[in-house]
């Protein structure tokens, strides 16, 4: 009798447990797996709306489904508005990020077993990357029939410069040790995202299914995780830390609102929900733009004045300690530091032109995104004297580094890198004076190919003077190439400057380029 009634509490105890209802406004986290493709759905609403839509959330690079409910409250919002959701993991899960094309072939399967649970059209919020594995999944994989519409959240619809950056050669030290290099990352190329738009925005049109998005221009509100990404990208307009405002319109899609976001808040519920509730009823909102914003519904121009050509950047090994030279022309108002490693450094210093040695207090923070796991330094020089300083680091342990110095001066140079016809042109503007330029050009293949292939020699570094033209025949086999240009000269004073350009350049199958 007693082992009877034991039996019997033990099942009234899992009975209550299972079947209790969620408390109000905290729905239970789900678990939503830990292998490529993995899915679950969020705790039910108590009264289930079956004119509703059921919402599945993609997480983005280098992510998982957990950014949606740890630190987070959408998933929260969505469910005390009556929403059924889902969260799916994709191949960034296993901590080796895939292309679109990886990530949509996945995704596309995933959408349909979803769709199909909830007997009814889903509507996708995406963040980042996963807005573009989104975009392929619906337009190259066939997931349209079981997508009503989809809101991207600072999606890089157009790549972004930091993923350049990445693949620069002054990036690869430290990319090998903290595995930067990726083909997800490969895939975020500013010119692999214009070879994508040329085999997607054609076929979009025909696939119903309509594009909605949400793009950041704040990345210095709240933490300091965006710092180093929202001043580097700064050089080619507004952003949110990791992707400019221009690169998060989608063709053929409406902007819903810039606003004042970073690459976290933008898809952070508290932040951004109220804004996209009017597109998660079943019906096409009546007005799919909001006037405060102040911005158009299209992408802007892509003439919009940029300034890649501000930076100086340097990388390489550390064994206890190492030092870069930094000059520094007439008439810089100010230089962002910023020392990227694999690990904290010990400590930081400045060697001014009058041989001052000065022990810098850098801000530091650990990097979630593109260069994830790595460590950064930032340092702010106000009104520093022309001359050439010395940045020295010093760290416990070996260690790898990346230096980018971001220049900021009244009338600053504009040098940037061009195609004409068949040739690379440097271009100036203003009052740069270019003596040479040299060319350090690296091959990398397929985007889903780790193992980058440097070019030879007697093409890859090489100097030119400022009016050469490097033959672009040098892109001879498909692939991803990475351009680091290193240009120097003389200012009106004769004070010399230094400066880096990083471009990325992508040759298809019938041998077009993109990106130059």
Known sequence: MRKWMSLLLAGLITFSITTSPVQAGKPTNPNTGGTPGSWTVGAAPERVDPSKPAILFVHGLNSSANVWYENNDMYEQAYNNGYQTSFINLYDITGTSESMWDNGRLLSGKIREISEHFGKKLIVIAHS??????????????????????????????????????????????????????????????????????????????????????????????????????????????????????????????????????????????????????????????????????????????????????HYIRGGKLHGQATETLVVEDGVASVQLSWISDKPLHSLELTHPDGTVETLQP?????????????????????PAPGAYELTASAPDAAAYLMAAQFHRPQDFKISLKSTGSEIQLQQQDQAHVNNISYDISYFGDPDSLSPQKLSPSISTKNFSANAKPDMSVFNKPGLYSITAEATGVTDKGYPFRRTIVQSVFVDESGRQYGL
């Open 363 to 383: 801000e530091m923070y650990q990097d979630e995104e593109i260069f994830q796991g790595a460590w950064h330094h930032q340092v702010l020089l106000n009104q």
């Open 129 to 310: 990357k996963g807005g573009v594995d989104t975009q392929a999944a619906i337009v190259h994989y066939g997931a349209a029939p079981y997508v009503q519409r989809v809101i991207t959240l600072g999606s890089p619809h157009h790549g972004s410069q930091l993923a350049d950056l990445a693949y620069s050669s002054w990036a690869g030290w430290l990319a090998d040790l903290i595995g930067s290099r990726n083909p997800g990352t490969a895939s975020m190329q500013t010119s692999y995202m214009q070879y994508f738009r040329s085999q997607t925005d054609g076929l979009s049109s025909g696939r119903g299914v309509p594009f909605y998005t949400l793009a950041g221009n704040s990345w210095s509100s709240g933490s300091t995780s965006h710092f180093f990404g929202g001043l580097y990208l700064s050089s080619y307009g507004d952003n949110d830390g990791v992707v400019t405002v221009q690169s998060a319109y989608v063709p053929g899609g409406r902007m819903i609102r810039v606003g004042p976001w970073n690459h976290t808040s933008v898809r952070t519920g508290s932040h951004v929900y109220s804004l996209l509730a009017p597109y998660l009823q079943q019906a096409e909102p009546a007005q799919a733009f909001s006037s405060e914003s102040g911005h158009e519904r299209i992408a802007p121009s892509a003439s919009v004045a940029h300034d890649p050509g501000s």
